[in-house]
């Protein structure tokens, strides 16, 4: 029973690890997406935020699972520790210690969002950022300490996850330089425009006026 028991929790561990990484993954297209503003006429802009949403609380539950089924398994010990402190695990201490970065900066992220009403704006972007961070260390932890990473699968699994991310991250920076360009653009034409309106709605009288000359 109790190899049955580590057997069904090892899978457990794995499954869920994949699934976390996935979503995870799709957490990060949705967020660069909505930076952009990307929309369609069948899709608006707020169903990438509220979307964004649901799949970053799903993410979490399938990593807590995985955090708990890998700490919990007595085919190799992790320890409790490596739960927050990277590279505290004897077992692969790096590729696991790169797993609780991803893990503690998912946290900070995720404990920002629950008290965004609470803190600056700022600083909630700023550990906001941190999410980007998550990513790639998670994928070297999938890749480098995973069971299934020698897996033809598992490769063609990573190899989508990140062609998905860089180009939505390719999108978010394309139209961070298009809107730079058209503030850029309107800012000259702007300067040049307003002596123009401001002599248009002068009255004549007004512009006649010599200066120093009150009325």
Do not use: E
């Amino acid at each position: 029973m109790l190899a049955v028991s580590s057997t069904s929790m090892w899978y457990t561990m794995r499954a869920t690890g994949v699934v976390a990484l996935v979503l995870l993954s799709g957490t990060m297209v949705l967020g660069l997406l909505t930076a952009a503003r990307f929309r369609t006429q069948s899709w608006p802009a707020f169903a990438n935020a509220d979307l964004h949403k649901r799949i970053s609380l799903l993410a979490m539950v399938f990593l807590a699972i995985h955090v708990l089924t890998a700490v919990l398994d007595s085919y190799v010990h992790v320890g409790w520790a490596a739960l927050v402190v990277p590279f505290a695990s004897a077992y692969r201490p790096l590729w696991t210690g790169l797993g609780t970065v991803g893990v503690d900066l998912m946290a900070a992220v995720a404990i920002s969002s629950a008290l965004r009403q609470r803190i600056k704006a700022r600083t909630w972007r700023a550990i906001h950022w941190l999410a980007y961070g998550s990513w790639p260390v998670a994928m070297a932890h999938s890749l480098g300490t995973g069971t299934d990473a020698s897996k033809l699968w598992m490769d063609a699994l990573a190899a989508l996850c990140s062609l998905s991310v860089l180009s939505a991250l390719a999108w978010r920076i394309r139209d961070h330089r298009r809107s730079r360009d058209r503030a850029l653009s309107v800012g000259p034409t702007t300067r040049a425009v307003t002596p123009v309106v401001l002599s248009a709605t002068t009255r004549p009288d007004q512009r006649r006026r010599p200066a120093g000359v009150l009325r």
